[in-house]
């Protein structure tokens, strides 16, 4: 989205913040080219779908002068321990810059309300862009490539629900917890502690890091069950289901 007024002003880095990848960065350093930054936590299935465009926007648009820049606050209690956060930045492949917003510092100077959500800032440092939650990948696409004047093609969408012109369904409210039970969604992830196992519908899965962890996933909108319990050595702390394309019949 556009914001209403060309004069929002990008908020500074608290000083004490701790980073990954780089060293510490100042905001008003980075005048004179765009910077994109969003609040995202590894513990959150809608920042780790978001991650991939992340990714290919620094991959693509770093040596033309862009920016990228995530900011991890923790949603979840194995977030609040930076060398956990280091740990999987580097398991995820990042590699620009990761600011550490433990203390949600950051967060409140942008006012921000959720995960994940990107704000993208032009090379005077006032606001060109924005967006909460997932989608909208091809809109800040083409404003990156309007702030750096260049074109090309978007990237393709990561999932088939990124496409805007594609019908979702609603999915089952995350639940705290392992839950046991009835659910409708494209896929199911568990929100875990520790290492070791979970068992799902009486099989273990592996866990080797805390995080989000993908448990099942269906080529569209799908109503089942699932019995979800931890074992040794994890905790399960919230099951979370992401939207589906809608099946064929409410199309």
């Keep these: 989205?556009?914001?209403?007024?060309?004069?929002?002003?990008?908020?500074?880095f608290p000083r004490d913040l701790a980073w990954v990848n780089v060293a510490s960065l100042r905001m008003d350093k980075q005048r004179g080219r765009p910077v994109l930054v969003e609040f995202w936590d590894f513990c959150r299935p809608s920042s780790l779908r978001t991650l991939p465009y992340?990714?290919?926007w620094h991959e693509r648009y770093a040596e033309a002068g862009l920016r990228v820049i995530s900011v991890h606050c923790p949603g979840f209690?194995?977030?609040?321990?930076?060398?956990?956060?280091?740990?999987?930045v580097a398991r995820l492949g990042?590699?620009?810059p990761v600011c550490l917003d433990t203390r949600f510092e950051l967060w409140r100077e942008y006012d921000n309300e959720g995960w994940p959500a990107r704000y993208l800032w032009n090379a005077d440092g006032h606001l060109a862009e924005y967006h909460?939650?997932?989608?909208?990948?091809?809109?800040?696409?083409?404003?990156?490539?309007?702030?750096?004047?260049?074109?090309?093609?978007?990237?393709?969408?990561?999932?088939?629900?990124d496409d805007p012109d594609a019908r979702i369904v609603a999915p089952t409210p995350d639940q705290p917890g392992a839950y046991s039970g009835p659910y409708a969604a494209g896929a199911v992830w568990a929100v875990v502690d520790g290492?070791?196992?979970l068992v799902l519908d009486g099989a273990p899965v592996a866990i080797e890091a805390p995080g989000a962890h993908l448990l099942v996933e269906h080529e569209r909108h799908t109503q089942g069950t699932i019995d979800l319990r931890p074992g040794h050595g994890v905790t399960c702390l919230a099951t979370c289901f992401t939207p589906g394309l809608a099946p064929p019949e409410a199309t």
């Design 54 to 56: 992340l990714r290919a």
């Design 94 to 96: 990042i590699e620009h």
């Design 195 to 197: 290492m070791g196992a």
């Design 132 to 161: 909460f939650g997932e989608g909208g990948y091809a809109e800040t696409e083409l404003a990156i490539q309007e702030l750096l004047g260049m074109q090309r093609e978007p990237l393709p969408f990561q999932h088939p629900e």
């Design 1 to 12: 989205m556009r914001p209403p007024v060309h004069d929002i002003a990008a908020p500074p």
């Design 77 to 88: 209690g194995p977030g609040e321990d930076e060398d956990v956060v280091r740990g999987a």
